[in-house]
C-alpha cells in the first residue's frame, strides 16, 4: 500500500518543503513463551508465510538470520547501505528470544518463504530493517516487531544517503494491529521513549488511519530510545529518529553530528522527566507512591531500581531529625527490576530492615546527600561491598553491572535513597545520567515528602479523634455495651462524632451520642467539649431535658457556629425504664427481646444544640431484660442522594437480626448499612443489651437519723449478704457501710435515711439523706476524733462517690465481690 508524497506531506508543510513516502510493515507479536500471537497479513507478505502457519510457532524459526549483510552492502555502504544498523545493539535473534528489556533496532538478513516472482526465489534471503519493543505489564504479549523491506526502500524509492537516514514507522489506513483498544493503553509503554503526549497524538492516528506503514520524512530527530539504553559502538554511529507528524522510529545519524544529538539527548532527559512527574504523585497514599517511584525508572533508566526509607518515614511520623548516620535505620520498601522473575527476592527482600554499614557506597550517598555513581562494579568493589553484609553474597547480582545511588530529600533532609543499576549489556551511568538520577530522586522526593506529611497528619488526626473517644466498659451494671466508630472518608478524616457511657447513682447508666455538625479539628474540639459538658452534668444526676438545655446554652455561649445534634437516654435496670430527651438528633431503634422486633422510638426531636429558644422534652420507656437498644449518628444511615427513612428502615432491618454477640451485632449493622457507597461522614454507633436486675439482688431499707441505726445497718448488710453466699465481703461491707450510714445520720436534716444494696458483677451500697451539700474528704489531726469516715471508703471500696438530687444526696461506694478493691 504506497501512497504518493505529496498527499502524505505532513500537515502545516508545503510539498515542496518535504519529500515523504509509505512502504508496509510486517507486524508481528511474540508472546512470553517466544511464539507467535498476532502475524498481520504485511507479515505475510513480506515473509511468505500465511497467519495459519505462523501463529503459534516459534518466532525464532519463523524469522531465521542468515548471517552478514550483502557483500554488495559492505563494500558500497553509499547510498543506502544505512551503515547505522550494522551493529546498534543485541541483534533480531537476542531480541526474539526477549533476553533484552528495553526497545531494540537494527538491520538483519532474514531467510523469507514467499513465493518466486520476478525478483525472489524460495528461501530467498531478505535484507530488513527491523524494530522490536518490548511488551510491559499484565496479558502474555512480551515483544512487538516490527519489520519492512530494505531491498524495497532503496530499489523503488531511490532515495539518496540524506534521506535514507530519516525513517519512522507511521500508521495508514485498514489496521491489522492487534486490539486496538488494548494498543491505546499500552503504546506508552510498548514505546517507552515516548511521552504521555506523544504516545496520544500516535494512538489517535493509527485509530484514526489503520494500518502501520513505514514513513520517511526529512523533519523532527529526537531519539528512538533513551540513546543511553541503547547498546552501540562509542565514536561511531548513534541510534536517533525522525518524528514526522510525531512518529518515532531508529534511523541512521553521522557521527559528526554531535550538536544535533547532545541537544536530542537534552530533550530525551527532559521528556523522561516530564513524564516520571506526571506518572508519580497521583496518590497521597505512601505505599502507593513508594511503588510509583521506584517503577518509574525500570525499564527506561534503569534495569533495577530499589527505594530505602527512613524508619521515620515510612511510620507516617514527623520530619527526620539531622541527617542519617551509622545507627539510621531504613526500609527496603520497594524493588523494581526486568530480571527474571524472583531473582531478587531471596537475597534483598522488600520489607527487611537495617542500618548500612559507613563503607559502602550506600552510606557515602545517605550520610552526604550527594548522588554516587560506579560506573561499573568490579569484581574486588563487588566483594568488598558483599563483605559489609553478613549472610548476605550480593556478588553474582552486582558485580559487573553499573551502580547509581540517589539521595531522596525533601527540604534538605535525607528521608532515603535510591539503587539504579544496568546489566553489563548496557551503556554504563556516565555524568549526564547522575544529573538525570539526581533530578528523578529530587522530584521523587518531594512527591515522598507529600505522602509522608499526609500519613503523619493523618496519625495525627486519628491519634486526636481515638483520644477524644472513650474507653467503654463492655459490662455496666445492668446492660451489656459495644460500640463502632468510622472515621469518616474525607481528606483528614477527624469529625465530630462521639458516643459516650457514663455510670449514675443507682446502678443507672447514661447512653449518650452527639454529631458535631462540620469536620475537621473545629468540629473535633467542639465535640471534646460538649461531651466534657454532658459528663459533668450526668454525674450531677441532671435530668436527660435539663441536661440538653443547659448543653444548648453552652454551645451558644462558645459561638455563633457552634451546633450540634445529641441524643441522652438514662437507663434505670432496677425500674426497667429508658428516660430520654433528643435534640435533632436521628431517633435510636429499640430491638424488643420477646419477638425480635425492632422500632424507631417516637420521641420530641427537639432543635439541635446551639439554635436556642426551643424547649426540649423527655420521654420514659419501659423496657424489658434482653430489649436492646441502638444509638447511632446520621453518618450511617444518610447518603447523598437517597432519602434518610430508607437508611433508618435499613437500621431496623440490620438491628434485629439475631447475633451471637453484642459485637457481632454491630458488625451485622456496619456490614448492612456501610455498604450502600457514597459515605463521607463519619459514624458513631452504640449499642446497648439492657439486661435489668433481678429483683432479689436488690435490698432496700429505711433508717431513723438514731446513731443506734448504724448497728442496725451492719446487722442488715450481714444477713443479706450471707443470705447471697458472700461472707467473704462480709466484713469490709459492716466498715464500709457503717462509716457512710455514721455520716448520715450525724448530718442529715431528716429523719429519712436510705439504705440499699445492689449485686450485680460487683456489690453497690447506696445511702440517702435529706442533706443536699456533698461531703467533703477532709485531713484531721492526731488528736481529731472525727472526719476520718470518709478516707477509710476511699481507701476500702473499688471506687466511690456521691451525688445531689434536688433536696436530697446519695453516697455510694462499690465493692468487689471477693472483698478486694
Not at 500537515?11 to 507467535?36: C, M, S
Not at 559489609?388 to 556478588?395: N, S, V, W
Not at 445492668?478 to 449514675?504: Q, S
Request: include cysteine.
Amino acid at each position: 500500500m504506497d501512497r504518493g508524497s505529496e498527499r502524505d506531506t505532513p500537515p502545516g508543510r508545503g510539498a515542496g518543503d518535504t519529500e515523504a513516502g509509505r512502504i508496509p510493515l510486517a507486524v508481528v507479536v511474540v508472546d512470553r513463551n517466544g511464539l507467535v500471537s498476532h502475524w498481520s497479513s504485511g507479515a505475510r507478505r513480506l515473509f511468505g508465510v500465511p497467519r495459519e502457519g505462523a501463529v503459534g510457532r516459534a518466532a525464532a524459526d519463523l524469522l531465521p538470520v542468515s548471517g552478514a549483510l550483502p557483500e554488495n552492502l559492505q563494500a558500497d555502504p553509499a547510498p543506502d547501505a544505512c551503515p547505522a544498523y550494522e551493529e546498534p545493539g543485541p541483534d533480531l535473534e537476542v531480541s526474539l528470544g526477549r533476553h533484552t528489556g528495553y526497545a531494540t533496532a537494527g538491520r538483519a538478513r532474514v531467510f523469507a518463504h514467499r513465493p518466486a516472482g520476478p525478483r525472489e526465489a524460495d528461501g530467498e534471503r531478505l535484507d530488513v530493517l527491523w524494530w522490536a519493543y518490548p511488551l510491559i505489564g499484565p496479558g502474555p504479549a512480551r515483544l512487538l516487531v516490527l519489520a519492512a523491506d530494505a531491498t524495497r526502500l532503496r530499489a523503488e524509492r531511490g532515495y539518496d544517503d540524506e534521506t535514507a537516514e530519516r525513517i519512522s514507522p507511521g500508521f495508514a489506513r485498514h489496521t491489522e494491529l492487534p486490539a486496538s483498544e488494548e494498543l491505546e493503553r499500552r503504546l506508552p509503554e510498548i514505546l517507552p521513549n515516548m511521552g504521555p503526549g506523544l504516545s496520544g497524538r500516535i494512538v489517535s492516528q493509527v485509530l484514526e488511519l489503520g494500518y502501520p506503514v513505514l514513513e520517511f520524512s526529512q523533519f523532527d530527530r529526537v531519539p528512538v530510545t533513551p540513546y543511553w539504553g541503547v547498546p552501540r559502538r562509542p565514536g561511531r554511529t548513534r541510534t536517533e529518529a525522525v518524528v514526522p507528524r510525531q512518529r518515532v522510529a531508529p534511523v541512521a545519524v553521522p557521527a559528526g553530528a554531535e550538536q544535533d544529538l547532545e541537544y536530542a539527548a537534552v530533550r530525551e532527559r527532559l521528556e523522561f522527566l516530564n513524564e516520571v512527574s506526571s506518572g508519580i504523585g497521583s496518590s497521597l497514599d505512601l505505599g502507593e507512591t513508594i511503588r510509583e517511584v521506584t517503577s518509574a525508572a525500570v525499564p527506561r533508566f534503569a534495569d533495577f531500581a530499589g527505594t530505602h526509607l527512613r524508619a521515620a518515614v515510612l511510620a507516617g511520623e514527623g520530619f527526620p531529625d539531622g541527617p542519617p548516620d551509622a545507627q539510621t535505620v531504613m526500609f527496603r520498601v520497594w524493588v523494581e527490576h526486568n530480571d527474571e522473575p524472583g531473582r531478587w527476592d531471596d537475597t534483598v527482600p522488600v520489607g527487611e530492615s537495617f542500618a548500612f554499614p559507613e563503607h559502602t557506597p550506600f552510606y557515602q550517598c545517605m550520610s552526604t546527600g550527594e548522588p554516587v555513581l560506579v560506573p561499573r562494579v568490579t569484581e574486588e568493589l563487588g566483594n568488598r561491598i558483599s563483605g559489609e553484609f553478613e549472610k548476605r553474597d550480593l556478588r553474582p547480582l552486582i558485580t559487573g553491572r553499573s551502580l547509581l545511588i540517589v539521595p531522596l530529600k525533601a527540604r534538605n533532609v535525607v528521608l532515603g535513597f535510591m539503587v539504579l543499576m544496568r546489566r553489563p549489556d548496557r551503556p554504563q551511568f556516565d555524568d549526564m545520567d547522575r544529573t538525570t538520577g539526581a533530578e528523578l530522586a529530587a522530584r521523587a522526593g518531594l512527591v515522598l515528602d507529600n505522602a509522608r506529611m499526609y500519613t503523619y497528619q493523618e496519625n495525627v488526626a486519628d491519634t486526636l479523634q481515638d483520644s477524644m473517644l472513650p474507653q467503654v466498659t463492655p459490662r455496666m451494671a445492668g446492660c451489656d455495651v459495644a460500640t463502632r466508630y468510622l472515621p469518616g472518608t474525607r481528606l483528614g478524616r477527624i469529625g465530630g462524632d462521639w458516643f459516650d457511657t457514663i455510670k449514675l447513682p443507682g446502678s443507672r447508666t447514661a447512653l449518650v451520642v452527639g454529631d458535631v455538625m462540620g469536620h475537621g479539628l473545629n468540629s473535633a474540639a467542639m465535640m471534646g467539649q460538649l461531651r466534657t459538658a454532658v459528663q459533668t452534668m450526668a454525674a450531677m444526676e441532671t435530668p436527660p431535658a435539663q441536661l440538653l438545655r443547659n448543653l444548648d446554652d453552652l454551645a451558644r455561649r462558645l459561638g455563633d457556629n457552634y451546633l450540634a445534634t445529641c441524643l441522652y437516654a438514662v437507663y434505670d435496670p432496677i425500674r426497667g425504664e429508658l428516660h430520654l430527651a433528643n435534640a435533632g438528633h436521628i431517633p435510636p431503634v429499640l430491638v424488643r427481646a420477646e419477638d425480635g422486633s425492632s422500632e424507631l422510638l417516637d420521641l420530641p426531636t427537639g432543635a439541635p444544640i446551639g439554635v436556642g429558644g426551643v424547649p426540649f422534652e423527655a420521654t420514659r420507656v419501659r423496657v424489658r431484660p434482653g430489649d436492646r437498644l441502638v444509638l447511632c449518628t446520621d453518618g450511617l444511615v444518610e447518603v447523598r442522594g437517597t432519602d434518610i427513612g430508607e437508611g433508618l428502615a435499613a437500621l431496623c432491618e440490620s438491628a434485629a437480626h439475631p447475633a451471637a454477640s453484642m459485637d457481632d451485632a454491630c458488625d451485622t449493622i456496619i456490614r448492612a448499612l456501610n455498604t450502600r457507597g457514597g459515605r463521607k461522614d463519619d459514624v458513631a454507633l452504640l449499642m446497648a443489651r439492657l439486661n435489668g436486675i433481678p429483683g432479689d439482688h436488690v435490698a432496700e431499707w429505711r433508717l431513723d437519723a438514731d446513731p443506734r441505726e448504724v448497728g442496725r445497718a451492719r446487722r442488715l448488710v450481714r444477713d443479706r449478704l450471707l443470705s447471697w453466699c458472700l461472707p467473704q465481703a462480709v466484713e469490709s461491707a459492716e466498715l464500709l457501710v457503717s462509716e457512710v450510714v455514721t455520716n448520715a445520720v450525724r448530718h442529715a436534716g431528716s429523719d429519712r435515711i436510705g439504705l440499699r444494696v445492689v449485686r450485680t458483677d460487683a456489690l453497690l451500697f447506696e445511702v440517702t439523706d435529706d442533706e443536699p451539700a456533698l461531703p467533703a474528704m477532709l485531713d484531721p489531726g492526731p488528736l481529731d476524733e472525727s472526719g476520718r469516715g470518709l478516707r477509710v471508703v476511699s481507701r476500702l471500696a473499688r471506687e466511690w462517690g456521691a451525688s445531689a438530687t434536688g433536696h436530697r444526696k446519695t453516697v455510694w461506694f462499690e465493692q468487689g465481690i471477693t472483698g478486694s478493691r
